[in-house]
């Protein structure tokens, strides 16, 4: 069990560039979930993928934000445009189908908008 | 009205003492609750799960749910300054997790 992981661990940017993270969940596990974390908040869901099917999308990810994950396996979060808010940590995480499958958490990738 | 609310922070304790942290949600529906722990820096890592009303341990940590009152507990016993970090408590709807804003512990040696 590698765990989840995520690329790269820091982003640092200008206003108005786009920025593309990438997840890899742990093999097995067909759920997959972005959140976004800003500083002495609690994770926020941006949006969950069953295999290849993304199912949900928070009102929080804005047209600016699109998330793919081809093939069901790896998982890819563009921000186009991005802008001072962005500024966050950009969590990873994975999970088995199931009612009460925990989630869990890669490192995560930290952008940072200059 | 929050979806989590945490009992807000810093809690310090002395090595040894025990750690009570407190946790109320709002979906009534809710089925299934974590308790992660974040270092300074770091991503979450879970510790604690517990789906049914009652008490569950797991070595020094010890996770309470009361389904009626929505509410969630975690108690950390023995506190080693190892157990200094933010933990954040996560109510399952469905899919997603809705956190708290995570209540920070400094274990004092």
């Known amino acids: 069990d590698t765990g989840v992981s995520q690329d790269p661990r820091h982003k640092i940017t200008k206003r108005g560039q786009n920025v593309t993270f990438r997840c890899d969940p742990i093999?097995?596990?067909?759920?997959l979930y972005w959140y976004r974390q800003t500083l002495g908040q609690g994770p926020e869901f941006l949006t969950y993928?069953?295999?290849?099917?993304?199912?949900?999308k928070s009102r929080l990810l804005s047209d600016r934000f699109s998330a793919e994950r081809p093939k069901g396996s790896f998982s890819t979060l563009e921000i186009q445009r991005t802008e001072q808010g962005d500024s966050a940590m950009y969590l990873c995480?994975?999970?088995?189908?199931?009612?009460?499958?925990?989630?869990?958490f890669g490192d995560g990738t930290r952008l940072s908008i200059l | 009205q929050k979806e989590v609310e945490q009992n807000s922070g810093p809690l310090s304790v002395p090595e040894g003492a025990i750690a009570s942290l407190n946790c109320t949600y709002s979906?009534?529906?809710?089925?299934?609750f974590f308790w992660y722990r974040q270092y300074s820096g770091k991503s979450p890592e879970l510790i604690m799960s517990?789906?049914?009303?009652g008490d569950k341990e797991d070595g020094r940590f010890t996770a309470q749910l009361n389904k009626a009152s929505q509410y969630v507990s975690l108690l950390i016993r023995d506190s080693q300054p190892s157990d200094s970090a933010t933990y954040l408590c996560?109510?399952?709807?469905?899919?997603?997790?809705?956190f708290g804003a995570g209540t920070t512990v400094t274990v004092r040696a």
């Open positions: 995480a994975s999970s088995p189908q199931g009612f009460n499958q925990p989630q869990h």
């Open positions: 093999s097995e596990h067909n759920r």
């Open positions: 993928f069953q295999n290849e099917a993304q199912l949900e």
């Open positions: 979906d009534r529906g809710s089925q299934s």
């Open positions: 517990i789906y049914s009303n």
């Open positions: 996560a109510v399952k709807n469905d899919y997603k997790l809705s």
